[in-house]
């Protein structure tokens, strides 16, 4: 009889981009539950040192600034964890934004931003990310939406960025499995995160009241409660492990059941 590793990152270094945020911070923390290290990966400016400091895990974790959009921040971010770690192993692309707003009126600023961070940053950081890995290759994951195969009203662009970045996670792992990198995606919804928040906000015109109303009927009904986001970390952990090699160019939704595929 056989048990499960209760250790299955052990040894080896993920970089988080976006790991100030909520499911940034759930998904370090997943990742340092199953024995990885882990590199926090965000915007200058951002509460990357308050999310350090929440995880409590010493040395086996380590900061670094990046722009997303940037492929000389990407780099300088990644060497700078290879130097601090000895290494790298996977990632996982978490950096997004949403523009809320009806399809009519929205600005193309407001779609350059969104393809700008939800599908160019996940290909740079995927790029530079793999020229880090070692000859044993590695794994991404990128953090996608269930917006992405159902879409939502007032999100056309993030729901567009979203379903790219599951096309693109299909793209990455047809072209680079040769070299031993496997590329998932997973499609969270109904997460406890300050962004569903903001649509909640969004929904009801800012009234505080309604607001807390519309969060709990945003819940996943078979659920019946919120995701948290080190529940989303606990899947893409798996996805970054060795038994996980069997699963490729994959988009898995972590919604609770309200997506059905």
């Known amino acids: 009889m056989t048990t499960a590793n209760s250790a299955p990152l052990e040894g080896r270094v993920i970089a988080v981009t976006g790991a100030a945020g909520g499911i940034g911070r759930g998904i370090a923390r997943a990742i340092l539950e199953a024995g990885g290290r882990v590199a ?33 921040s990407l780099d300088a971010a990644f060497a700078k964890v290879v130097a601090a770690m000895g290494r790298l192993d996977g990632l996982v692309n978490n950096a997004g934004v949403v523009r809320l707003g009806p399809a009519d009126g929205l600005k193309g600023s407001d779609i350059d931003l969104e393809m700008a961070v939800n599908v ?5 950081a995927a790029q530079a ?8 290759g590695g794994a991404i994951v990128n953090i996608a939406s269930n917006a992405g195969k159902v879409g939502y009203p007032n999100m056309a662009g993030y729901n567009a960025s979203k379903a790219a970045v599951i096309n693109l996670t299909r793209s990455l792992s047809l072209e680079w499995a040769a070299r031993n990198i496997n590329v998932n995606a ?35 009904s078979q659920l019946g ?3 948290q986001p080190v529940e989303v970390g606990r899947v893409v952990a798996f996805l970054l492990s060795d038994t996980a090699k069997i699963i490729r160019g994959q988009a898995i939704t972590i919604d609770g059941g309200d997506t059905p595929y």
Do not use: W, Y
Request: net charge negative; charged share 25%; aromatic share 2%.
């Open 120 to 124: 160019k940053g996940v290909l740079l």
């Open 186 to 220: 997973v499609c969270p919804g109904g997460v406890a995160t300050d962004m569903l928040k903001t649509v909640a906000d969004f929904i009801v015109g800012g009234d505080a009241e309604k607001s807390e109303e519309m969060m709990k009927n945003m819940v996943p």
């Open 40 to 72: 926090l990966l965000d915007l200058p400016g951002s509460s990357l040192a308050d999310a350090a400091a929440g995880l409590n895990a010493g040395d086996a974790v380590t900061m670094a600034e990046a722009d997303v959009t940037d492929a000389q």
């Open 225 to 227: 409660r919120h995701i």
């Open 129 to 136: 990310a793999a020229r880090r890995f070692g000859p044993e």
